[in-house]
């Protein structure tokens, strides 16, 4: 199988299933006890926390370990907006989990403003300076979209707002090939899977004095604000998976980026790219002229090549992917693009014959 959907999910990387071992057997403690079987699993999280802060420049106490992306944006939406009914700025192609965040608060009474994009999927940097009130408890807006890698201005918006309220970003597709710059930003999400770490763990940056409510309640793990036995295997791995991620984010850039890049440029002739804007080396967003996204994932599946449709994390509903929708394609055209991405084990070698098996598969659908 040719795998092109790291975007859904990474295969772990020896890295990350090595620095997690020792936490799947005989170092088993929870990290909340006192005694030397759970010092072991305490320390092992301690010293996860620091090099992960290291890797982003913050400091240990500035981290939050999660259960995962998608926990990360609950816990920076909802903890924000609901400490004090603060209200919520965001934009129409955020990933579900912040979205779904957001109206959540919306219903419980946070004002809440969903800006659009422009036909690249782009948000206006002016639009959420100007959108964002006294009254705003968080903006948040992504990196990069996870369905066609497009990279939003955080720079300038994050001048724009000049600090007026907490900001917000969901760097689960970005980390990868792109370093998060702390500066300007408060809070940050993260997912362990996309990097090449484990499932079900992930982290949130939040600067210091940065208020949150906690979602989860119960044992005051995290310095009260996600209480939980702590996922020291995942812990361990993701930040395993981060460290890998961060050393050979050169060659990624670079050889991946080649990898998508020879794979786009093999199928130029029988595509349309959706793009024209600044994005991530990893992925490829391409508009199939006639044919059904679905049907063609059928077919690209039996000639060994995995891709996917639109967010593959609410896979299995055939609904048009409101990210296009929102850059203001038509179903029927957002019903013609397929997301391949590119990850840390991509080739150029594979990037080539998935384009061919790719014309391959279209030349006898059109000779059908
Ligand atoms: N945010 C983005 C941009 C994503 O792409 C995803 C997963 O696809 C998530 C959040 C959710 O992350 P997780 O799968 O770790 O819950």
Redesign the pocket.
């Known amino acids: 199988m040719i795998y092109l959907d790291h975007?859904?999910?990474s295969p772990m990387r020896p890295q990350a299933r090595a620095a997690m071992e020792p936490f799947l057997g005989d170092t088993f403690g929870n990290p909340s006890g006192v005694h030397g079987v759970s010092r072991r699993a305490k320390n092992a999280v301690e010293e996860a926390r620091e090099r992960a802060s290291a890797i982003l420049g913050c400091s240990p106490g500035e981290i939050v370990f999660t259960?995962?992306?998608?926990?990360?944006?609950n816990l920076a939406v909802k903890g924000r907006a609901l400490l004090g009914g603060g209200g919520i700025v965001t934009t129409a192609v955020?990933?579900?989990?912040?979205l779904e965040a957001a109206r959540f608060c919306e219903r419980l009474g946070s004002k809440l403003a969903i800006l659009e994009v422009d036909a690249q999927g782009r948000v206006d940097p002016d639009r959420v300076a100007g959108v964002a009130g006294d009254d705003t408890a968080i903006v948040s807006v992504?990196a990069?979209?996870?369905e066609t890698g497009v990279l939003q201005p955080l720079g300038e918006i994050r001048t724009a707002m000049s600090g007026r309220t907490a900001l917000h970003t969901?760097?689960?597709?970005s980390f990868v090939s792109q370093s998060v710059d702390l500066a300007g930003l408060d809070l940050v999400?993260l997912?362990?899977?996309?990097l090449g770490g484990p499932?079900?763990?992930?982290l949130l940056y939040v600067r210091e004095g940065v208020a949150l409510e906690p979602l989860v309640h119960g044992g005051g793990q995290e310095l009260g604000r996600r209480s939980g036995t702590l996922n020291v295997a995942g812990i361990v791995g993701m930040v395993a998976a981060m460290e890998a991620a961060v050393a050979d984010r050169e060659r990624f850039r670079s050889e991946v980026g080649a990898a998508r890049d020879v794979f786009e440029a093999k199928l130029a002739g029988v595509t349309t790219p959706t793009l024209d804007t600044a994005r991530l080396v990893q992925h490829s967003h391409l508009r199939f002229g006639g044919l059904r996204n679905e049907t063609l994932l059928v077919l690209l599946d039996r000639v060994g090549i995995a891709a996917s449709a639109g967010?593959?994390?609410s896979s299995g509903a055939a609904t048009v992917s409101h990210v296009l929708s929102a850059m203001g394609m038509t179903s029927a055209e957002a019903r013609e693009c397929l997301r391949f991405s590119f990850g840390w084990s991509s080739t150029v070698a594979e990037a080539e014959e998935a384009a061919r098996r790719i014309v391959e598969v279209l030349e006898r659908q059109s000779g059908s």
């Open positions: 975007a859904a999910t259960g995962g992306g998608t926990e990360s944006d955020e990933h579900e989990a912040v992504m990069a979209n996870n969901d760097a689960v597709q999400s997912s362990g899977h996309k499932k079900g763990v992930g967010s593959a994390c």
